[in-house]
């Protein structure tokens, strides 16, 4: 089973590594859909894995010349650190509430399956959209805390919600908005990380834990290279592929939490 939580999180960090997406969206329905760990180990598992992708792949970009904005990437990625927070306590709050971690697991599923669609059709009429060039530091901070909110709430690094708005608040093309985004995660997930290690770990498998990270790091090092070969176009169609699939697994983890499947 280890090697194939290898296999998912390379393949995963590598497609995130190129969109942007980050990997987290993509790992974390795959393992909820094989049920082999309970969500709180997914999540936690998910996000160092991110974090190892996301510093393997800003380090092989920045050698390679290809940084993030700065000026208006550092707010996004410092309001989604401390909106991380708060999405965190969130998600916590719904798992005690509901009594049930397959319940948390369906609220999860069944809203991320939501922002996601909102993604997919934002996608599509993208060309009809006129970005808005936002270049105020407290409107970025802003936007970043619900950015940060909602991928922490949904367990995930924050992925294709990222790219939607850095295209419709700041103007980015498919790859400008790929390494600001990589730069926005690595930001969220080191918060969520430290903040699960401070409160409590959920017990996993160490090698378990050893195959993703792995996945994480060499994914984030050979995405960049594939990155550099593709064409905007070409990040654009493995972007809309994976929200597609994206949506697909989220339904059929929610039906699963539920019992319906």
Request: proline share 3%; with cysteine.
């Given at each position: 089973?280890?090697?194939?939580?290898?296999?998912?999180?390379?393949?995963?960090?590598?497609?995130?590594?190129?969109?942007?997406?980050?990997?987290?969206v993509?790992?974390k329905?795959?393992?909820?859909?094989?049920?082999?760990?309970?969500?709180?180990?997914?999540?936690f598992?998910?996000?160092?894995?991110v974090?190892?992708?996301?510093?393997?792949t800003?380090?092989?970009?920045?050698?390679?010349?290809?940084?993030?904005?700065?000026?208006?990437?550092?707010p996004l990625?410092?309001?989604?650190?401390?909106?991380?927070?708060?999405g965190?306590?969130?998600?916590?709050?719904?798992?005690?509430?509901?009594?049930?971690?397959?319940?948390?697991g369906?609220?999860?599923?069944?809203?991320?399956?939501?922002?996601?669609?909102?993604v997919?059709?934002?996608?599509?009429?993208?060309?009809?959209?006129?970005?808005?060039n936002?270049?105020?530091t407290?409107?970025?901070l802003g936007?970043?805390?619900?950015?940060?909110?909602l991928?922490?709430?949904?367990?995930i690094g924050g992925?294709?919600?990222?790219?939607?708005?850095?295209y419709?608040?700041?103007?980015?093309n498919s790859?400008?908005?790929?390494?600001?985004?990589?730069y926005?995660?690595?930001?969220?997930?080191?918060?969520?990380?430290?903040?699960?290690?401070f409160k409590?770990?959920?017990?996993?498998?160490?090698l378990?834990?050893?195959?993703?990270?792995?996945g994480g790091?060499?994914g984030g090092?050979?995405?960049?290279i594939?990155?550099?070969?593709?064409?905007?176009?070409?990040?654009?169609k493995?972007?809309?592929?994976?929200?597609?699939?994206?949506?697909?697994?989220?339904?059929y983890n929610?039906?699963s939490?539920l019992?319906v499947?």
């Amino acid at each position: 089973m280890e090697i194939l939580y290898f296999v998912v999180c390379l393949g995963a960090s590598i497609l995130g590594a190129i969109s942007g997406i980050g990997g987290g969206v993509i790992i974390k329905p795959i393992l909820d859909a094989l049920g082999t760990m309970q969500v709180s180990t997914i999540s936690f598992l998910s996000g160092c894995t991110v974090l190892g992708m996301t510093t393997m792949t800003l380090y092989k970009n920045s050698k390679a010349g290809v940084r993030p904005e700065k000026k208006r990437g550092t707010p996004l990625a410092i309001g989604a650190a401390v909106g991380g927070l708060l999405g965190k306590q969130l998600f916590d709050w719904v798992r005690v509430a509901s009594g049930d971690p397959n319940m948390a697991g369906a609220v999860q599923s069944f809203v991320l399956a939501a922002v996601t669609v909102g993604v997919l059709i934002f996608t599509i009429q993208k060309s009809k959209i006129t970005p808005l060039n936002i270049e105020n530091t407290t409107v970025s901070l802003g936007i970043g805390f619900l950015l940060g909110a909602l991928s922490a709430f949904l367990g995930i690094g924050g992925g294709p919600i990222n790219l939607m708005i850095l295209y419709l608040c700041f103007g980015l093309n498919s790859k400008e908005a790929a390494i600001n985004s990589i730069y926005i995660i690595l930001f969220s997930q080191g918060v969520s990380v430290a903040q699960t290690i401070f409160k409590g770990i959920p017990e996993f498998v160490w090698l378990a834990f050893v195959m993703m990270v792995a996945g994480g790091v060499v994914g984030g090092t050979v995405g960049p290279i594939i990155s550099k070969k593709l064409s905007l176009k070409g990040v654009d169609k493995i972007y809309l592929c994976m929200v597609v699939g994206i949506i697909l697994i989220s339904i059929y983890n929610g039906m699963s939490y539920l019992g319906v499947l």
